[in-house]
Every structure is written in structure tokens, then in C-alpha cells.
């Protein structure tokens, strides 16, 4: 024992919270990392991005479903673990390699290998203890605590730190070394985890994988496939057709569990009822709670004033600096670029080159043909080269090794794509050089449309020419992932006052019932959303960034919702359901996860298409629909909650 505990609790905390820092890391930077076109990212589209979050998410909470069934009757929980923790060091260090394919794999594996880690290491937890022993609840509050810790330190310092210094693929990398650190600790500790293990075993009470896979995956798959087809052959332009493949999935699986609780046992049927509105409102919360990483970032990125304050300007590790597009709708007062910062190209493909750091040999040439412009090689520049010319270094590719494309967006707006072949390694790195009488400046390329709209369109608008800053400098922000680090924080500073409130509530003698808490849940997350359209208020329809705190309280909100609903949710799946089908039953909350997870990136794709307002008015509309729902069916789920006694 140590603390009153067994000593596994503590290997198993620091699995799982490096585990999760690496985790929150890779998520924190996901959205950011692939739509990113001026720091050397990605450059896909919005659209496009969100698609490939919303369907990571999804599966990430489809695939313990799975990982649970392997680690009960083939692998044993601690090579479960063992070997989840393989496959997703493995897909972040591919991810940290150049190129769309190995990023779309290394997702993939970060998928297989979550499936199999993330349900069995919490088994370990609980089979740590004895049946009845008190301490087990207050054991898996110490574990949970390193999950939020976890999702701090990545969102706080990891992610900001790593990407700032040393450039997005080093924070994939180093996501990917925290998780060997975690792996490297359950190997370490493997022998004392023996006890938290136990052998595979089959029970014959046990929902078999043949029933599994024929009534839930094959059905789901195969409208899913269905689903896919159809809306590339209707040409859908709101639902791509990933996202409607996963949507029209999710039906025969919804119609399975509502036949599962039509058909069960009369003494079994009111419990498993009532886990149907338990998973409409977790698969609702778990859609808002999830924008963190789609809308919310967006949000941060372009709707919020991330300027420094007194507290914050301290925090450098979590400064970047703000390049030509943070401008555009920055407050009057907020100090423009220099234009002699910014060197102008009539070719938008090559101002998308030079922002995600792939020219070829041919376009440096022409940029060197421009008058005052010098081309520098930092290899042959030697050891003394200033950190200001560093910062505007860019990769440059042998000729024909990088590709230019450009589609037509659901908009008509153009979509420009650079891509490189996987694994392909530039020949050297340059920085592009303005000589003046000041010295040699380091540029920034943008297209004239960009340049138009940082001077023009401020004269248009205030009638005025904006405040420059000098020559070289831009100003220092802070990194739109900082922001999501508001909902850990907030869970570790508010549950021990949210325990303290519902028992405080239950010595008064107004305890307030399980079913009641979900129903909270919602209304705080509906009051979220609410605020958040307020917020939009305040952007005069997106041409006005706002103040952070607007996000501070979006995550209060919503993360008291969180208390409030997402524990109650996984108590009553396993108090409502029959022994024998909990893991059934455990696997329906995390697809209703999985669908909610899926909508927060299909309405992440949809923020640009509306005003803030709107977009938040639509989600806070689709809420508060979900709050009447429960509302409607309370009474019948607090009968079933009493008859089964949770």
C-alpha cells in the first residue's frame, strides 16, 4: 500500500497522464497543424479539417468499445495497454514526418492504439481494489486527476512550448516520447500490475463477438458504405460525404440499442429504456464539449484579441508572434505590420508556398529577380545568423517535388493545396532578405489581396491609416491552443466544489436526484452557447476580435456542465443495466460519444458559413431541445432510477 492505496494506483496515474499529455498535445494542435498555411502547416481547408476531426473523435470513442472486448477474452489488460501505447507512439512519431498520407496513418493508429489503452487501463484501476473497499472511489478520483493534469500541461505548456521553438512536427514528436515515458513506466512497474490484470476468459452470459459484429458492426458499416455513396453521388455540398457515411452508421446501431430495451426482460426493460436519454444528452454534451477542438479554437484563432496581459505577458513560452492574418480584423488601436515587412506577390500560389514553407528552386529564383530583394542560404550564412531571420527561414525543394493545386471551395472561394512527396527532404533553407537603408529585413510573402486588406480596408473603415509597428517586428500573441487548457483547469479547481455542493444539498435533506444532475448538465451547456452568441454580438458579424474572457466563461460554463452530467452518465449505464450486459451497454454511452464527437467537427466546418451569432443561436437551439427532451422523460427516469436502486 502507499497512502492508504495500492502502489499500482501511482504507476497506473503517471501511464495515463502521460498518456493524456500526449494525448491533448496532438489534439490541441490537430485543427491548428492541418489548416495552418503561415507557419509551415498543412494548408487544407476548414471544411476539410473539421471532416478529419470530427471522425477522429468519433472513432477515438468507438474503438475502446472494441479494445474492452480484446482485453477481456484474448490479450489481458496489461498487454492491452502495453501494446495501445505502442501503436499510438507509433502514429504521432508519423505524423511528425512531412506529408498528408503518413498524417491521415498516423491518425489511424492513434485510433487502434486509444481503443485498446484507454478502457483497460481504468479496468486496471478498479481491479486494484478489493469488492466494497471504500477506497476505490476515492482511488479513481486520484486517477482522473492525472488525466486532467495531463490535459493541462499539454494545452498550457507542451503544445505552446514545443510548436513555438521548435516547430509543429517536434510536437508531434514529443507528444509521441511522452508516451514512451508512460509505456516505459507500465513496463517498469509491470510485475507489481499483476494484480490489476487477469487472464483472458470467455463467460457464456457474455454478449459473444459473432452477435457483436453481426448486429452492431456489420449493419453499421454497411450503411455507413451506403451512406458514403450517396452523398457523393448527390454531390451534398453541407454534408461531406465521410461525415453523412459515419451519420447513417450510427442508425442501425441506435435501432439496435432501442430494440434491446423493447425486447428485454420485463424485470430488465425499464432500466434499459431509461439509458436511452442518458445517451442522447451524453452524446449532446460530448458534441458541445468537443468544439474545444474545432469551433472554439477557431474561435481563439480568429474572433479572439490574444494579445498579452499583464499577467500573461510573462508566459513567452506561450507567445508566438501574429503574422499578416491576425490583423485583419484586430481592434483600430492594435499596431499594424510595417509594409516593408511584407513583400508582395501577385501569384497568391506563391504567398501559399512561402507560408507553408515549401518553395522550389525555380520560385526562389524568381523572388531573388525582385529589385531590393536579397535571397540569403542559412547553411553558408554561418553560425551568426540573428533570430529574426531564422524565423522567416524557409525550406526549399528541388524542382518538381513540390505540388501546386487549386479547387474551388463549396463557396467559390479558391482553395490552394502545396503538397510534397512523404518523406521528401529539402535541399536547403532560406530567408528572403528586403535591403533598405535601415539594413537587410527579413520578409514576410503574402498575396495583394492579404496586403489590401491590412491597409486598404483599414482606411475604408476608419478612415485613417493604421498604427505601424517597425520594420521586422510583428506582435507577440498567444497560441489559440493556450485557450483549451481553461477546461482541465477548470475541472480540477471545481469538483471538489461541486462534490461539496450536492452534499451539502443532501444533509439539508434536498439531495438532488441522479437524473436531475444530467438535466443541469444540459442547461449549463445550453447557457454556454448562449453566451458564446452574445460574444458574437460583440464581433460586429466577425470584423472585430474580442476579449479572451468571452472563452473563460464559455469553459466555465460548460465545464460545470461537464460535472454535473458526464459522471452521472457513466454511474447510471452500469446502475441501469443488467450485470450481464454493462459492457454492452458501456460500449452504447461511448458511440453516443462517438456521434456527438463526429457533430463537433461537421459544426466546427460549418462556423465560416454563418455569423457567430447564428452559429451559436443554431447550437444553443439544438441544446435546449435536449434539455426539454429530458425534461419530457424525467419522470420516467426517475421511477427506473429508483427501482434499480442507483
Not at 377 to 405: C, F, H, I, S
Not at 513 to 532: D, F
Request: charge should be neutral; charged fraction near 15%.
Amino acid at each position: 500500500m502507499a497512502f492508504g492505496h495500492p502502489k499500482g494506483l501511482f504507476p497506473l496515474f503517471f501511464t495515463e497522464m502521460w498518456e493524456r499529455l500526449a494525448f491533448y498535445t496532438m489534439v490541441g494542435i490537430l485543427l491548428l497543424y492541418a489548416t495552418d498555411s503561415e507557419r509551415g502547416g498543412l494548408g487544407l481547408s476548414s471544411t476539410i479539417v473539421n471532416e478529419i476531426y470530427g471522425l477522429y473523435l468519433a472513432f477515438v470513442y468507438f474503438t475502446p468499445f472494441l479494445g474492452g472486448l480484446l482485453a477481456d477474452r484474448f490479450l489481458g489488460y496489461r498487454r492491452a495497454v502495453f501494446a495501445g501505447g505502442l501503436l499510438m507512439t507509433g502514429g504521432l512519431f508519423l505524423m511528425s514526418v512531412p506529408g498528408f498520407s503518413l498524417f491521415v496513418v498516423g491518425l489511424i493508429a492513434l485510433i487502434l492504439g486509444n481503443g485498446l489503452f484507454k478502457p483497460n487501463i481504468s479496468v486496471m484501476v478498479g481491479n486494484l481494489y478489493e469488492p466494497g473497499d471504500p477506497k476505490r472511489d476515492t482511488g479513481f478520483n486520484i486517477f482522473y486527476m492525472g488525466i486532467n493534469i495531463g490535459a493541462l500541461v499539454a494545452t498550457l505548456f507542451a503544445a505552446p512550448y514545443l510548436r513555438n521553438n521548435w516547430g509543429w512536427l517536434w510536437t508531434c514528436r514529443g507528444a509521441g516520447i511522452g508516451l514512451l515515458i508512460g509505456v516505459a513506466i507500465l513496463v517498469t512497474f509491470w510485475r507489481s500490475l499483476a494484480r490489476a490484470d487477469r487472464q483472458p476468459e470467455r463467460d457464456p452470459e457474455d454478449t459473444s463477438l459473432t452477435e457483436v459484429f453481426l448486429k452492431i458492426l456489420l449493419p453499421a458499416f454497411s450503411f455507413g458504405i451506403i451512406g458514403y455513396f450517396l452523398a457523393r453521388w448527390a454531390e451534398f455540398t453541407l454534408v461531406r460525404p465521410a461525415v453523412c457515411g459515419f451519420l447513417v452508421g450510427i442508425v442501425p446501431v441506435l435501432i439496435f440499442f432501442i430494440r434491446l430495451g423493447l425486447n428485454a426482460r420485463e424485470d430488465e426493460r425499464p432500466g434499459l429504456l431509461a439509458l436511452l436519454p442518458v445517451y442522447v444528452a451524453g452524446g449532446a454534451f460530448f458534441m458541445i464539449l468537443h468544439l474545444n477542438g474545432s469551433a472554439m479554437t477557431q474561435w481563439a484563432r480568429d474572433e479572439t484579441d490574444r494579445q498579452p496581459g499583464p499577467i500573461t505577458a510573462r508566459l513567452t513560452f506561450m507567445h508566438q508572434e501574429g503574422l499578416p492574418t491576425y490583423y485583419l480584423n484586430a481592434a483600430r488601436d492594435v499596431p499594424r505590420p510595417h509594409p516593408d515587412s511584407l513583400l508582395v506577390v501577385d501569384d497568391p500560389t506563391i504567398a501559399r508556398m512561402f507560408g507553408q514553407q515549401r518553395l522550389d528552386e525555380s520560385t526562389v529564383r524568381k523572388l531573388a529577380a525582385l529589385e531590393d530583394i536579397e535571397v540569403v542560404d542559412l547553411d553558408a550564412a554561418g553560425e551568426d545568423v540573428p533570430e529574426t531571420w531564422k524565423r522567416r527561414a524557409v525550406k526549399v525543394y528541388a524542382d518538381g517535388q513540390v505540388t501546386v493545386t487549386q479547387e474551388t471551395g463549396t463557396h467559390g472561394e479558391p482553395i490552394i493545396s502545396v503538397a510534397i512527396p512523404d518523406g521528401a527532404r529539402p535541399e536547403r533553407e532560406v530567408v528572403l532578405l528586403r535591403r533598405s537603408e535601415e539594413g537587410r529585413i527579413p520578409v514576410f510573402v503574402v498575396d495583394r489581396e492579404t496586403f489590401d486588406a491590412l491597409y486598404e480596408g483599414y482606411r475604408e473603415r476608419w478612415g485613417q491609416d493604421p498604427p505601424l509597428l517597425p520594420r521586422g517586428v510583428f506582435l507577440d500573441v498567444i497560441n489559440s491552443e493556450v485557450y483549451q487548457s481553461w477546461n482541465p483547469w477548470f475541472v480540477i479547481l471545481f469538483t471538489p466544489l461541486v462534490v461539496l455542493f450536492f452534499q451539502w444539498m443532501a444533509r439539508r435533506g434536498k439531495a438532488v436526484p441522479t437524473a436531475h444532475k444530467l438535466l443541469y448538465g444540459m442547461i449549463l451547456t445550453t447557457a454556454a452557447l448562449l453566451w458564446m452568441a452574445l460574444a458574437g454580438m460583440f464581433t460586429d458579424g466577425g470584423t472585430l476580435k474580442v476579449s479572451a474572457l468571452w472563452l473563460v466563461g464559455f469553459y466555465a460554463l460548460v465545464t460545470f456542465g461537464e460535472l454535473c452530467l458526464s459522471p452521472m452518465g457513466l454511474s447510471l449505464v452500469t446502475k441501469l443495466s443488467p450485470k450481464r450486459l454493462v459492457g454492452l451497454t458501456m460500449g452504447g454511452w461511448f458511440l453516443a460519444t462517438a456521434f456527438g464527437n463526429n457533430l463537433s467537427g461537421f459544426f466546427g466546418g460549418l462556423q465560416h458559413r454563418m455569423s457567430p451569432i447564428a452559429f451559436f443561436l443554431v447550437l444553443a437551439g439544438l441544446s435546449a431541445l435536449v434539455v426539454l427532451f429530458i425534461l419530457a422523460v424525467l419522470p420516467r427516469l426517475d421511477r427506473a432510477i429508483r427501482k434499480y436502486g442507483a
